[in-house]
Nanobody
Framework: QVQLVESGGGLVQAGGSLQLSCVVS????????VGWIRQAPGKEREFVGR????????YYANSVKGRFTISRDNAENTVNLQMNSLKPEDTAVYYC??????????????WGQGTQVTVSS
């Protein structure tokens, strides 16, 4: 089993920055990807980005490319999502998720509880 706990959400003005963190624990040897996924009210879950657990290779959705950066600290078993130039449309609950390799960017075996990000205009 893998456990994920997100933190760092909050309220920020448009154009501002916020960093989310995801602490990963448990059977981390089973993890290939750690992803960030968000869900706005009344909308489908949306892929934000992901990183390979061992190699640190990142991949981003076009909607956040150039504004968001995912990094990992393997010593602390933490994956961070740095969000810059935030827009009101970035408002959502952000989830950290992990799992074995999958070509489906929304498919993960383990999910965190989510953290709310609200961007005011």
């Amino acid at each position: 089993q893998v456990q994920l706990v997100e933190s760092g959400g909050g309220l920020v003005q448009a154009g501002g920055s916020l960093q989310l963190s995801c602490v990963v624990s448990g059977r981390t040897s089973s993890i290939y990807h750690v992803g960030w996924i968000r869900q706005a009210p009344g909308k489908e879950r949306e892929f934000v980005g992901r990183i390979t657990w061992s190699g640190g290779i990142t991949y981003y959705a076009n909607s956040v490319k150039g504004r968001f950066t995912i990094s990992r600290d393997n010593a602390e078993n933490t994956v961070n999502l740095q969000m810059n130039s935030l827009k009101p449309e970035d408002t959502a609950v952000y989830y950290c998720a992990a799992g074995p390799y999958s070509s489906d960017v929304l498919k993960y075996d383990y999910w965190g509880q989510g953290t709310q990000v609200t961007v005011s205009s």
